[in-house]
């Protein structure tokens, strides 16, 4: 596709469940971002990937929370165990390379922890 | 202090007004800036990049200012779909792209 595509677009899950959501970034851009924004917040920085390699993980709140990239491509946010703040649009983005000062994001994936 | 701050808003302006946005950040050895505009339930996007020169596309100018660690949007001569919220992005402190986003400034323009 010609953008970043993220699945699924929503998804409502129990207390205690663990969750895989998934990017697929525009074909090409080496650089993809995971951040997440709660209602009425900001974006909050995740994770970051250059390649297949995570260099800053600085961003996830927990152990409960992984994410993987493959093939230079797709990747997957893991959460486990999931919790009621979990509950929020996890964003993906891509760009060209790390230099590259614009992000192209995908519409998101909207988790609700019940 | 916050990495990025800025003023939540809302600022409600009619057709055609003049308005103008601060954003300040903490980080001096920031080196770059950047202007996001987020429509209600959508994904960011980048409305324009912040130079040192400042810098002009169309209706809208940015403008930097090291001394004082702040960045400014002026959107001149508003329409109602510029109704929005505007997210000041400033590069972070890893020394990789990890760009820091404030938390954004609600636009509403009015018929």
């Known amino acids: 596709g010609a953008g970043v595509s993220q699945s699924p677009s929503n998804k409502v899950t129990e207390k205690g469940k663990d969750v895989e959501l998934r990017c697929d970034p525009i074909?090409?851009?080496?650089?993809l971002y995971w951040y997440r924004q709660s209602l009425g917040q900001g974006l909050e920085f995740l994770i970051y990937?250059?390649?297949?390699?995570?260099?800053?993980k600085s961003g996830l709140p927990s152990d409960r929370f992984s994410a993987e990239r493959t093939g230079g491509s797709v990747s997957t946010l893991t959460i486990q165990r999931t919790q009621q703040e979990d509950s929020a649009v996890y964003l993906c983005?891509?760009?060209?390379?790390?230099?590259?000062?614009?992000?192209?994001f995908g519409e998101g994936s909207r988790l609700t922890v019940l | 202090r916050k990495e990025v701050e800025q003023d939540p808003g809302p600022f409600n302006v009619p057709e055609g007004a003049t308005v103008a946005f601060n954003c300040t950040y903490s980080?001096?050895?920031?080196?770059?800036f950047f202007w996001y505009r987020q429509d209600c339930r959508k994904e960011p996007k980048l409305l324009m990049s912040?130079?040192?020169s400042g810098n002009e596309d169309g209706r809208f100018t940015a403008q930097l200012n090291r001394a004082s660690q702040y960045i400014s949007l002026l959107i001149r001569d508003s329409k109602l779909s510029d109704s929005a919220t505007y997210l000041c992005?400033?590069?972070?402190?890893?020394?990789?792209?990890?760009?820091?986003f404030g938390k954004g400034t609600m636009l509403l323009v009015s018929p």
């Open positions: 983005a891509s760009s060209l390379t790390r230099a590259a000062g614009e992000l192209f």
């Open positions: 074909s090409g851009h080496t650089a």
């Open positions: 990937f250059q390649g297949n390699s995570a260099p800053d």
């Open positions: 980080n001096s050895a920031s080196q770059s």
């Open positions: 912040v130079y040192s």
């Open positions: 992005v400033v590069n972070g402190n890893s020394g990789y792209s990890t760009l820091t």
